[in-house]
């Protein structure tokens, strides 16, 4: 049986719709949903990205004493963020769903490509 791209691309859309169903991204929506009503998150978040333009702009008037300073606090303010549980929860969940995408990407293209080993033999 041949099937057309349009087919492919309709059975594509009702596996993304699987995926969007599973137990990993649904944790993963819950972490989120937690970490954006976080206000110490969302706080140090706000603060991260005040000084990442800082950064910026520094770089831009070569102000190299200064930028390292900046880019300091930057990192110790991602390092206090990454300590908080629920974004280490978050990360998790993450890298989860994109195991779980990474899975199903080489489940698909190693199957495509034995096919296509297996007919030409």
Known sequence: MTYTKEQIIEKALELADMISNTEEVSFY???????????????LIAEIKKHQKEAVNLQHYRKHEALKQVEEKIDRLMNEVDEIPLVKEFKQSQTEVNDLLQMIASTISDTVTNKITNSNN
């Open 29 to 43: 929506k819950k972490a989120e949903e937690k970490i954006n009503g976080h206000e110490k998150v969302q706080g």
